[in-house]
């Protein structure tokens, strides 16, 4: 274990040693115990494993764990705020925008840095910015009216 | 009075998975654990001519290596759960599926040795350094190719590569002589391509053996935690069924892969007693390519026969079904009484006749993929009446409602009795097409067609599909060679406070059970749906199941949480007359308690539920407590059924397909949660449409799985579809007492053939007489069925 890498993880610094080789996703899921993100592939297609690193949503299986040293991560443990749901979260629920789960917080994570930096987007857009992020349950039409929910919520302050 | 059937009731269970907290297998960690990963066969065919171990096993963090014979020999291969025989009554070939093979492989991922170390990783490092002798054989893929003569053979024990062949309908020479007096007969080969199901989440077991109660415990991603006890005990370990059990936490998709038992649940449960450690396996995605079942792969051949009017006269159906290298689960059943069956489709064809050829192919395992069999009917039927209407000339609207069976309730008027040995319980067909045809705007779409003039062709295709759900009555499955019964199981437990849990055999993996049924029993029982939980999963707290599948949930599982609450009731009332001092007979239960009719009399639900378990104030005689379960076996299947629409353009120069538009109007009976039922017909109709434009596994001539990945096989993403356009009639069935008929597979059951109707009719319309494009319909394809 000859890395020492030092990542803060939904506002949490983690220090410890890691195998050069191990993923960002194995060291979230199995170092911390973080096992909110998900692993749907062995080939960066499906997006389960999606997560914000320094505020962008990376694949976590595409990277090295020891590349986020220094870095600030969140991941869907790390959406709600005090307890009170992201417009996201609370969008996938209104809408029915999961059935199994498992895609969700890939799905999520990518979701919440498509409207960060398009805050109103289009059916089409959302769709676009989907397209790494697989899911088998739900044919997609849920996940964006959930999208479509969240970015409508974000834009009102209540 | 109903506060939550019938209501779009927000998903209980969302919060755990919207936050991060869902359990699947790969999240669970147990003291001690081990890993494992397989060594699996790089060759479709091959001897195994030796394995050496020696260095794999001096790697860091090794534990045990397991080859095929360190299995004893008490220890049987992964079993199958349905007898399908020959036409001459022999029975089936049924050759031995062993956990780990000994000496030869039949399929590209056959495991062949199972690593077990400290990590996941040191498990990978030593199974790559496993060395494996093998001598390469000659592999056969097609299921056509397999019965011929000089094809490589799968298992010795099967000559020509055949498992079965079968038959169902009417005589053929009677179909024939129906046939040869048509005015018209419409013929197609085809094949229905195989596809792979591909949950998100890859399968995962972890085998967990407790020396201080002597006992096994199995986590798996599975549907039917039961039925792996049952199979994995008495068929594969020979381990007393007490003394294992089956967890199926959170499940991430099946959509019938994980009904099956697999090698891999049976080798770690085994294994954590022999090593004395609890074992993990998560499948890469790459092996879940290789070695989940895989679905369809049917080679086929049709004839429909006309009479002068359009009105079917005949059908013949030949199908060469590929099963692959072993017998799955339920793999027998799906080409036979899950497709043959369904060949009366929607329509009163007087004869009708289908012929399958079951073979085995040095290829993964085919088994139920979400419809198993009933997509494969419907396309053949759908395919057929809509090449048939562009070669008679007809609207294809039209010429399904010349043929439609008229409508019956099946309770004033009898259920209807096909040539394939089913009788349907409800049906009323003409309104799901004709409201399909309205939100197409059907009259103005084809105005629209015939004006088009942009180098883009637009195409229009129908399928209107009845499937056979609520799997399934006993003793029908049984006659057909079901090994198992097909009932579902709950229990109903009254907490002293009145509050409720329910233990359904019923599995949820994406279905939303801790909702719907919640909403069931909250309404019988007149109680907040809050005071309701919903317990699925476990083998030790459920006291029995059949688990999730052919859109059974809700129709089997439904209905018995419906018969427990019943008994509930009924008992509850003995309690609440004694607590009245009045007879049960002169109480009515309403809104979470029981009243004196006629008085303003009434003791609450909770009331009674704290007298069952404080008895000190009872009836005489009665026993204590306030807890059911009912096993509920179904009298029939439930026939649901709808009409698709496809909205396709062609673009004439690169053959590429776009899907405009997608209408899908289904009638599965009362529906307890739209938002739910709904998600479920969106989520089939992806997977259908998958097929017909992405999807499809390409196997070369040695048996390579040419796309086993994700950059290979082609998933639907969200920019290939549409927003789907949904509505609903609702004929209720009307032999159970929820009336439902079950909404899991009607999407991806209708869709296939409406997307290729709709490509098929665009090229014709375009003056290109195309009969068949095959799917996946690439644009390759397209273009040269439009240049040939
Ligand atoms: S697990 Fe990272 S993209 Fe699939
Ligand atoms: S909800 Fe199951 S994969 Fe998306």
């Given at each position: 274990m000859g890395n020492m890498i030092t990542v803060t993880v939904n506002g949490k610094e983690h220090s410890g040693g890691v195998e050069g080789r191990t993923l960002l996703v194995d060291y979230l899921r199995e170092h911390l115990g973080l096992t909110g993100t998900h692993i749907g592939c062995d080939t960066s297609s499906c997006g389960a494993c999606t997560i914000h690193m320094d505020g962008k949503a990376v694949k976590s299986c595409t990277v090295l764990a020891v590349q986020a040293d220094g870095s600030e991560v969140t991941t869907v443990e790390g959406l709600a705020n005090n307890g009170s749901l992201h417009p996201i979260q609370e969008g996938f629920k209104e809408e029915h925008g999961l059935q199994c789960g498992f895609c969700t917080p890939g799905m999520m994570m990518t979701a919440t840095d498509l409207l960060k930096n398009n805050p109103n987007p289009t059916e089409d857009e959302i769709r676009h910015a989907l397209e790494g992020n697989f899911c088998r349950c739900t044919g997609y039409h849920n996940i964006v009216k959930s999208i479509q929910y969240a970015a409508k919520k974000m834009q009102s302050p209540a | 009075m109903t506060n939550y059937i019938g209501k779009s009731v927000k998903r209980v269970e969302d919060k755990r998975f919207i936050t991060g907290q869902g359990k699947y297998t790969d999240d669970i960690k147990l003291n001690g654990m081990m890993y494992g990963y397989f060594v699996r066969s790089?060759?479709?065919?091959?001897?195994?001519?030796s394995i050496n171990i020696d260095r794999a096993s001096k790697m860091p963090g090794v534990n045990k290596i397991l080859v095929g014979a360190d299995i004893p020999e008490a220890i049987a291969g992964v079993p199958c759960g349905w007898q399908v025989d020959f036409k001459n009554g022999d029975t089936m070939k049924e050759p031995p599926h062993p956990l780990l093979v000994r000496k030869k492989v039949r399929h590209v991922g056959d495991g062949v040795a199972f690593v077990v170390a400290e990590t996941r990783a040191q498990a990978k490092d030593a199974a790559d350094e496993v060395d494996v002798d093998y001598e390469i054989l000659d592999a056969v893929t097609c299921p056509k190719k397999a019965t011929e003569e000089g094809a490589a053979q799968v298992h010795e024990d099967a000559p020509g590569n055949l498992c079965f062949d079968w038959e169902l309908g009417n005589p053929k020479d009677e179909v024939a002589a129906a046939m040869a007096a048509a005015a018209h007969v419409t013929e197609l080969d085809f094949s229905n391509q195989r596809v792979v199901p591909n949950a998100i989440e890859p399968r995962s077991a972890i085998g967990h053996y407790d020396t201080a109660y002597d006992k096994y415990t199995l986590y798996t991603s599975t549907q039917n935690p039961h039925l792996i006890r049952l199979l994995m005990c008495a068929f594969v370990l020979g381990i007393p069924e007490h003394k294992v059990r089956v967890i199926g936490p959170d499940v991430g998709g099946g959509f019938g892969s994980k009904i099956f038992h697999y090698a891999e649940e049976a080798l770690v449960t085994w294994a954590s007693k022999e090593l004395g450690c609890p074992i993990k396996w998560t499948a890469d995605r790459s092996e879940s390519f290789l070695t989940d079942a895989h679905g369809r792969d049917h080679v086929s051949n049709a004839k429909m026969g006309f009479d002068s009017e359009g009105k079917i006269v005949a059908l013949q159906a030949y199908t060469y079904a590929n099963l692959g290298a072993y017998l799955s689960t339920f793999a027998p059943a799906v080409p036979t009484y899950l497709h043959g069956t369904?060949?009366?489709?929607?329509?009163?064809?007087p004869k009708i006749n289908v012929d399958v050829k079951a073979a085995f192919t040095h290829t993964c395992a085919v088994d139920a993929y979400r419809g198993a069999g009933r997509p494969e009917a419907t396309y053949l039927l759908e395919r057929l009446i809509d090449l048939a209407a562009l070669e008679m000339d007809m609207d294809p609207a039209e010429l399904r409602f010349k043929n439609f069976i008229p409508a019956f309730d099946g309770v004033e008027q009898e259920g209807y009795t096909t040539q394939v040995a089913l009788q349907y319980d409800s049906g009323n067909y003409d309104p799901v097409l004709k409201r399909a045809l309205e939100m197409v705007g059907y009259e103005e779409f084809r105005k629209e067609q015939a004006a088009q003039s942009n180098g883009k062709l637009l195409g229009i295709g129908f399928s209107t599909y009845i499937e056979a759900c609520g799997i399934a009555p006993s003793a029908v499955v049984g006659a057909l060679g079901a090994r198992a019964g097909l009932f579902e199981v709950a229990q109903v437990r009254v907490q002293p406070t009145g509050k409720v849990s329910v233990f359904t055999g019923a599995h949820s993996h994406g279905q939303g059970h801790e909702t719907t049924f919640a909403q069931i029993v909250a309404d019988r029982m007149g109680?907040?749906?809050?005071?309701v939980e919903i317990i699925h999963g476990d083998s030790d707290s459920v006291a029995f199941g059949m688990g999730t599948y052919g859109s059974r949930s809700l129709a089997v599982g439904g209905s018995a949480i419906v018969n427990s609450i019943d008994k509930v009731l009924e008992k509850g009332a003995k309690i609440a007359a004694h607590l009245l001092e009045a007879?049960?007979?002169d109480l009515e239960y309403a809104e979470g308690k029981w009243t004196v009719k006629g008085t303003d009399k009434s003791v609450s639900f909770g009331d009674v539920s704290l007298t069952a378990y404080v008895p000190h104030n009872y009836p005489e005689g009665l026993e204590p407590g306030l807890d059911f379960n009912a096993f509920y076996d179904p009298a029939n299947f439930t026939y649901p059924f709808g009409a698709h629409v496809a909205i396709v353009e062609v673009d004439k120069e690169t053959g590429e397909v776009k899907l405009k538009r997608f209408i899908a109007v289904d009638d599965v009976g009362n529906v307890i949660n739209p938002m739910i039922v709904d998600g479920q017909i969106h989520g089939g109709l992806a997977q259908g449409i998958g097929q017909a434009m992405h999807e499809g596994t390409v196997y070369d001539e040695t048996g390579q799985l040419i796309n086993g990945s994700y950059m290979d096989y082609c998933m639907p993403r969200a920019d290939d579809l549409p927003s789907f356009e949904i509505d609903r009639t609702v004929t209720p069935c009307p032999h159970n007492p929820l009336g439902v008929k079950g909404a899991g597979e009607a999407g991806c059951i209708g869709s296939t053939p409406a997307v290729v109707n709709a490509v098929i009719d665009a090229l014709w319309k375009g003056g290109f007489k195309v009969k068949d494009v095959p799917m996946p319909m690439t644009p390759e394809r397209v273009w040269t069925a439009m240049n040939n």
């Open positions: - | 790089p060759y479709a065919h091959a001897i195994v001519k369904l060949m009366q489709g929607l329509y009163t064809t109680i907040g749906i809050d005071d007879s049960a007979d």
